[in-house]
C-alpha cells in the first residue's frame, strides 16, 4: 500500500505555471504507474496524466497536452505535474493516484486504487 498527499496548489493568473508534487510512502511508489486527475466543482473526476513506474512512458489528456508535463524521481517517491500556460478551465482539485496494474486504461479512474487528499488549483481570468 502506498501514502500519497498532494501539495503546490494555489492561486495562478492565467498564462502563469504551478508544479505540483505527490509524495509518497510505502514500498510500492516505485513498481507503480502513477496519474494524475481533477475534479472541478459539480464535474466528475477526469484524468489529466499518467506515467509508467519507469517513467519513460506518459500519457495526457487532450486538454493538457503540451500544456503539462508529468515526472517522477523514484529514489524521492515523489510525483510531479509541472503546469504551463494555465487557463481558467484548469480551475479544479488535483488528485495523485497509484494505479492498481501495469495493464489496464490509464484514463480509467477505477483503474487506480490509491488516492491523495487532492490540491486545489485556481486559475484567474
Known amino acids: 500500500q502506498v501514502q500519497l498527499v498532494e501539495s503546490g496548489g494555489g492561486l495562478v493568473q492565467a498564462g502563469g505555471s504551478l508544479r505540483l508534487s505527490c509524495a509518497a510512502s510505502g514500498r510500492s511508489f516505485s513498481y507503480s504507474a502513477m496519474g494524475w486527475f481533477r475534479q472541478a466543482l459539480g464535474k466528475e473526476r477526469e484524468f489529466v496524466a499518467a506515467?509508467?513506474?519507469?517513467?519513460?512512458?506518459?500519457y495526457y489528456a487532450n486538454s493538457v497536452k503540451g500544456r503539462f508535463t508529468i515526472s517522477r524521481d523514484n529514489p524521492k517517491s515523489t510525483l510531479y505535474l509541472q503546469m504551463n500556460s494555465l487557463k481558467f478551465e484548469d480551475t479544479a482539485v488535483y488528485y495523485c493516484a497509484r494505479k492498481r496494474r501495469a495493464l489496464g486504461e490509464e484514463t480509467r479512474v477505477d483503474e487506480y486504487d490509491q488516492w491523495g487528499p487532492g490540491t486545489q488549483v485556481t486559475v484567474s481570468s
Open positions: 506515467i509508467s513506474w519507469r517513467g519513460d512512458s506518459t
